[in-house]
């Protein structure tokens, strides 16, 4: 059974910090995702990696960076957190070649 | 243009009915296409993907893809309370990556 855990439900922090997401996944799949979820807006793509130390830009990336050391871990860093990075930000693995891409159970961020 | 389009909704059917979800996409170079509901509260979870043209069954689930009209559709027959959530269509590009529209909310009507 494929798992990808993310490392915190629900988080608080303050304006400025630095916040760390971590995702790790169990199937060795090549790319990982995160993505960030807004009412209105759908799923986003911020940043992906299809190899260990290798990372894409998506679609909206200004304001955090990407680290991924190992396979199995993709982390999200928010370099210096807004309020308006609060979001639900949800992270995802998938096979090269695009076959199904499995989320794990989201972090919902709140900066305060 | 968005790479992903979706109607919003809120799209209401009676339950028995056939919901369709309707998805249209940039891009004729993407090959591959995938469904996914999401439960209020939950992670999204894959329903079904397709790749080639035509139709896709899938029990009650049936994916339609048209690459030269540049438009996928999922068909929900049979529509059961349990299947209200949010629909997202999805493509993917030669270069690994994702791309997800805004969603559509279904709800099934007892």
């Known amino acids: 059974d494929v798992k990808v855990t993310q490392s915190s439900r629900y988080l608080v922090k303050r304006t400025g910090e630095k916040v760390f997401l971590e995702c790790v996944q169990d199937m060795d799949h090549e790319n990982m995702f995160w993505y960030r979820q807004d009412p209105g807006l759908g799923l986003r793509l911020i940043y992906f990696s299809y190899d260990v130390k290798m990372k894409e830009k998506g679609d909206i990336p200004e304001g955090y960076s990407v680290s991924r050391e190992k396979k199995e871990r993709f982390s999200l860093i928010l370099e210096s957190a807004s309020t308006n990075q609060t979001s639900m930000y949800l992270c995802?693995?998938?096979?090269?070649?695009?076959?199904?891409?499995?989320f794990g159970q989201g972090t919902r961020l709140t900066v305060v | 243009q968005k790479e992903v389009e979706q109607n919003s909704g809120p799209l209401s059917v009676p339950e028995g009915a056939i919901a369709s979800l309707n998805c249209t996409y940039s891009?004729?170079?993407?090959?591959?296409f995938f469904w996914y509901r999401q439960y209020s509260g939950k992670s999204p979870e894959l329903i079904m993907f397709i790749y080639s043209n035509g139709d896709k069954e899938d029990g009650r689930f049936t994916a339609q893809l048209n690459k030269a009209s540049q438009y996928v559709s999922l068909l929900i027959r049979d529509s059961q309370p349990s299947d209200s959530a949010t629909y997202l269509c999805a493509k993917g590009t030669g270069a690994n990556n994702l791309f997800f529209g805004t969603g559509t909310r279904l709800t099934v009507i007892p």
């Open positions: 891009d004729r170079g993407s090959q591959s």
């Open positions: 995802a693995s998938s096979r090269t070649g695009l076959t199904e891409a499995f």
